[in-house]
């Protein structure tokens, strides 16, 4: 079956046109990550996402990844461990962080006329299967949208989470911080290194 999916052109276009809807966004997100990349570098540089992909982003594209919720925060780890069939007593032990946002330009994908506008379904982003489609050759729209929105020069998107009914992700791309946007770890002298 041929998908119906907008090209990554027709995606860059939409996303320009609603550039004008993006709004500030300050507020404290939550990541769980494994403690060996559980420090500062790591966790605000989107190094990790660049080198390996993501939901929302192909291997080039440098996104940080973090949830509104520590409660979503967990679920995402849990089924990203779940997928790979990695015991939850294996992928532990987690560390928690909080970071404080403030950004300038942020799209919320959550916003049913947002999609609208893009021609994206909230069952289509949130039952994507996007690591089977990547092995497969296809390129995930989830994938073209944050690319998309990085091209454009969003500094993050609000997305809905397909590990918590209830949940929202943000996407930071550090790459287009604007001067006065920003995202910091709070208490990172509380952890160890």
Request: proline share 6%; net charge positive.
């Amino acid at each position: 079956m041929a998908s119906l999916d907008p090209t990554f052109e027709q995606l860059k276009a939409r996303m320009s046109r609603l550039s004008s809807v993006a709004s500030e966004f300050f507020k404290v997100v939550y990541r769980a990550n494994t403690p060996k990349y559980s420090n500062e570098a790591d966790l605000l540089s989107g190094e990790g996402s660049r080198r390996h992909g993501g939901r929302w982003n192909p291997v080039g594209v440098r996104v940080i990844y973090a949830s509104l919720t520590p409660e979503t925060a967990m679920a995402e780890t849990l089924a990203h461990n779940r997928y790979y069939q990695i015991p939850v007593e294996d992928a532990m032990p987690r560390m928690f962080v909080a970071m404080e946002t403030q950004l300038q330009r942020v799209l919320d994908l959550g916003r049913g006329d947002v999609r609208s506008r893009l021609r994206v379904s909230l069952e289509r982003i949130l039952n994507l299967d996007w690591r089977r489609e990547a092995r497969e050759g296809r390129v995930p729209v989830t994938w073209l949208i944050g690319q998309a929105a990085f091209v454009v020069g969003l500094e993050g998107l609000i997305v809905p989470s397909s590990a918590d009914p209830e949940g929202q992700n943000l996407l930071v791309f550090p790459e287009n911080l604007k001067e006065e946007g920003k995202i910091r770890l709070l208490h990172p002298d509380r952890m160890k290194g």
